[in-house]
C-alpha cells in the first residue's frame, strides 16, 4: 500500500475537474440566479427530473480541448487530474451502456468526454482520476438525495440503483480507460457497509487504485479529503488532500466572480505541502468546454511561482 501512494505522494499538486450538465445552467434556472454551489442546482432549486434532463442539449462543448486543459495543468505545476465522470446529477461524461443519461446518448455533442482527456494526460505524463457519485444520483430511480428526494420520479429501491447503475458504471470506468490512477468517491448517503461492498469486487481488481475515504460503509480508502481548508495539523498515520475552489463554487457559475487571490492560491499550496498533504484546486469550465479566464490565469501564476519549465 505504501508503495502504491509514492508517485501520490510526490505529486503534491492535482486538478479537479467539475463539469456536467449543471455547467449549461451555470447559476441560473428559469431566470433565478439560485444560491449555493452550482453542480447541486438541480437540488438547490428542485428542478423535477423532467425539466432539468432538457438542459443536457444545451451542454455542448464544442470548444473542449483536452490537449490544451493538460498542458495548462502541466504548466502550473499539476501532477495529476480528477475529473467528475458522474456527479450527483446522475450524468456520466462517458459512454455508459446501462444509462442514455450520459453524453453521448443525451448531449448534442454525442462524444466520450473521458477518453481524449486520458490519452491527453498519458501523452504528458499527468496521472489521471475519476470523480464517481456512487450514492447521490438525482436522475436515477432509488439513487439517493441528501435532504431526500423532491420529485416522485426520484424514488425506489437504493441497492437496485446501485447494483443497475452504479456498480456497472464503475466497472465501465475503471475497465474502459486503460489503468486509472484514483478513483474519488463522494457523499456517501445511505451507504451502509453491504451496500458498499458491491464496489469491492472491482476495486479487488485494481490494487494500485488509490480511493478516498467518501466510500461510505466504514471504509477507509487511501486519502482524508479535508474539504475548502487546510487542516491545521494534517491527519498523522494518514495521507491526506485537500480540495477546494478558486470562487465559491465547483460546477460553473456565470456570475460566481469571488476569485481567490493567486497569492493566497500559492499560499495555500505552500502551506498543504509543508504539512504533508496533497492540493486538489479546482475548475468548473463552461457547457461550451471553455476553462474560466480567471481560472487560466491563476494556474498560470503558480506555474510561474513554482517555476515549471515552459514548453519552448
Ligand atoms: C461534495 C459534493 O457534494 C460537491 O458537489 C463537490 O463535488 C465536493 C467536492 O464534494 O461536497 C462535500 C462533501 C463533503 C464535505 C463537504 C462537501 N465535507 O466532508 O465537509
Redesign the pocket.
Known amino acids: 500500500e505504501a508503495k502504491k501512494m509514492q508517485w501520490w505522494k510526490d505529486a503534491k499538486f492535482g486538478m ?1 475537474i ?1 463539469w456536467g450538465v449543471y455547467s449549461a445552467l451555470a447559476g441560473t434556472y428559469e431566470g433565478k440566479k439560485i444560491p449555493g ?1 452550482g ?2 442546482i438541480m437540488n438547490t432549486a428542485k428542478i423535477p427530473i423532467d425539466k432539468y434532463k432538457p438542459y443536457a442539449k444545451q451542454f455542448n462543448p464544442v470548444k473542449y480541448n483536452p490537449e490544451a486543459w493538460v498542458k495548462m495543468a502541466k504548466n502550473a505545476g499539476v501532477k495529476y487530474i480528477v475529473i ?1 465522470s458522474k ?2 446529477d446522475g450524468f456520466a461524461l462517458f459512454d455508459s451502456k446501462v444509462t442514455d443519461w450520459d453524453v453521448v446518448d443525451a448531449s448534442p455533442y454525442g462524444k466520450d468526454l473521458l477518453k481524449p482527456l486520458v490519452a491527453a494526460c498519458r501523452k504528458e505524463g499527468i496521472r489521471i482520476g475519476f ?1 464517481y457519485s456512487q450514492a ?1 444520483d438525482w436522475n436515477h430511480p432509488g439513487g439517493a438525495a441528501i435532504n431526500g428526494h423532491w420529485d416522485p420520479a426520484q424514488d425506489g429501491d437504493m441497492d437496485t440503483y446501485l447494483d443497475n447503475i452504479a456498480v456497472p458504471q464503475v466497472r465501465e470506468i475503471l475497465s474502459n480507460y486503460g489503468n486509472i490512477d484514483i478513483l474519488w468517491w ?2 456517501p448517503k445511505d451507504m451502509t457497509k453491504a451496500r458498499a461492498e458491491k464496489f469491492m469486487p472491482i476495486l479487488k481488481q485494481h490494487p494500485n487504485l488509490i480511493t478516498n475515504n ?1 466510500l461510505g460503509g466504514k471504509f477507509q480508502g487511501d486519502t482524508e ?1 479535508p ?2 481548508f487546510v487542516p491545521s495539523t494534517g491527519f498523522p498515520g494518514r495521507n491526506w488532500e485537500t ?1 477546494m475552489t478558486m470562487n465559491d463554487t ?2 460553473y457559475k456565470s456570475y460566481d466572480s469571488n476569485w481567490k487571490s493567486s497569492k493566497t492560491l500559492i499560499r495555500n499550496l505552500t502551506e498543504i505541502v509543508s504539512k504533508g498533504g496533497n492540493f486538489l484546486l ?1 475548475v468548473g469550465p463552461t457547457a461550451e468546454g471553455e476553462i474560466p479566464k480567471a481560472s487560466i490565469t491563476r494556474l498560470a501564476a503558480m506555474g510561474k511561482w513554482l517555476h515549471v519549465n515552459k514548453e519552448a
Do not use: L
Request: overall charge negative.
Open positions: 479537479f467539475h454551489i453542480e447541486w467528475t456527479h450527483h470523480y447521490q463522494d457523499t467518501r479529503t474539504e475548502q480540495c465547483w460546477g479546482n
